[in-house]
């Protein structure tokens, strides 16, 4: 596999020399420990392309943590920045322990000065959440979003442990023990893989029953390389009509029971706001990640393109985050426009769609100008939220006339 | 259900004209939830609605109308 567009092909300098300035991190996401817990069978860190977490370090070492809080707090000062967010990531972040946790949290807030707020979260399959742990995190102001896809059966035919065994009961546990006090405020939401073989309204209804604050659903992670599974079966639109079927459930109440993040995003897009997801929308990408080594790599889910697609050569020991924001393939993710093909640039639905996540996009021969491999279903999914929305709004108008 | 693509297709939904605050009262709906968002984010003077705005503008200058 080659790295194609924008590694080869864009000119950053030019950019800037163009009067185009790069938008500052305001999202760190740190990856304390390599290793997980659980083997899913769609996850890119061990069952894609890339190979990389073999090679790195089981945990952040405090001396990474360190530096890295430093180049945070550098970052922040630099660009007078108000607030930024921390995420703990991995590999499964409690493999790491609450204490080594609470300190990568109180190490950062340290090295930031008093003008910038830090916002911490955890991302977790939850199989690790226990009670002595969430009083850990709680304390520290940790906010936890937990990995969950819906029933049982759903969740255990994808998330399984090396044993070959079904995560779907030690993540409950966990989750009902987060969803309760005195730990409910801060439950983030859950995290959804789409599965189009489950059904999308068991799968939504799932996962109301832990009263999420938010819910996220995420398309599997594929490549016009590596197309998405079940693509002979379930040909495109299948996930678009799939996210349709349960947009609609979620939309069809009198009373929000929860926000899904991506349907919320888009409806904000279509009235003309916008986004703060890398799903959907031309918002500039403000998110960089740090190993367990300490080496800066851009969004990890471009593991999914080739091996190595997520490395920038910088680490935070030698480079400051500045030299990341000047990485071509980071200034592609923050050029909006400038970053689609000439396919994307002629669809009416672009300044929706944004061309989809980043990583979808690849393609071995031009890189990651592309439409989304899954173009079909965004297309769709937008279409159709689209049309429910225009005519809701076309009914409040009638009640004002 | 869906808008087939057409030449002058926009999925934009224009909310110009419409005092939301109002009209929504305490509805709690998903979309009322997003178009109060909306409208908090106007009250607050952001970019938020530019987004439909400028693309109004693209369209005006060159010659079509959204």
Redesign the interface.
Known sequence: MTAGWPVHGLDVGALRESGWRPTPFRQFVLKVASRCNLSCDYCYMYHLADRGWRSSPRMMSAVVVAKTADRIAEHAARHDLDQVSVILHGGEPLLAGADRLTAVVSTVRAALSPRTRLSAGLQTNGTLLDGPTLDRLVGADIRIAVSLDGTADDHDRHRRDASDRGSHAATVAGLRLLAEEPYRDHFAGLLAVVDVTNDPVDTYESMLEFRPPTVDFLLPHATWASPPDNRDTHPPPAHGRWLATVFDRWYDVPLRETRVRLFSEIIHLILGGNSHSDQVGLSPAATIVVNTDGAVEQIDTLRVAYAGASSTALTVFANDFDESLAHPAVAARQIGLAALSEECLSCPLVRVCGGGHYAHRYRPDTGFRNPSVYCADLAYLIRHIGERVRRDVARLRERVR | ???Q??E??????D?S???LVE?LGDD????????R??AD?VERRT???????S?VDDLEEAGESP
């Open positions: 259900m869906t808008a693509a057409g002058h297709e926009t999925v934009f939904v909310l004209g419409l005092s009209l709690n709906t998903p979309l009322a939830v997003e178009l968002r909306v984010l970019e938020a609605v530019a987004g439909f705005q693309y």
